[in-house]
């Protein structure tokens, strides 16, 4: 049974910076791309960041958060990060992990296999 567990949100001011974690098991880990995604209030679900499988050498952005948000992992930890600098209120949202064997289901199509149950970020101006 594949699970992914987020952990690292909390309510922040904004000019922090903040390091979500993605912890998975029930897979072969270094063998899955993964992603995170993000909800706010009243609106969808919208992609984030992606990175390719095994080395993580390649990594995909949402045009909003270019330059601000790093996605990375650590395969002997089985988990996957979203480093996000300068927070702005505007980022307030539940973070969503997710995982696919294909970077492209992630990154393109926004249907991976698996996805976590999300951990709430709150930025206060």
């Known amino acids: 049974q594949v699970q992914l567990v987020e952990s690292g949100g909390g309510l922040v001011q904004a000019g922090d910076s903040l390091r979500l974690s993605c912890t998975a098991s029930?897979?072969?880990?270094?063998?899955?791309?993964m992603g995170w995604f993000r909800q706010a209030p009243g609106k969808e679900r919208e992609f984030v960041a992606g990175?390719?499988?095994?080395?993580?050498?390649?990594?995909l952005y949402a045009d909003s958060v270019k330059g601000r948000f790093t996605i990375s992992r650590d395969n002997a930890k089985t988990t996957v990060y979203l480093h996000i600098d300068k927070l702005e209120p505007e980022d307030t949202a539940v973070y969503y992990c997710?995982?696919?064997?294909?970077?492209?289901?992630?990154?393109?199509?926004?249907?991976?296999?698996?996805w976590g149950q999300g951990t709430q970020v709150t930025v206060s101006s």
């Open positions: 029930g897979l072969t880990f270094s063998e899955y791309a």
């Open positions: 997710a995982a696919d064997t294909s970077f492209h289901k992630i990154v393109e199509v926004h249907v991976p296999d698996y």
């Open positions: 990175i390719i499988r095994r080395g993580g050498g390649s990594q």
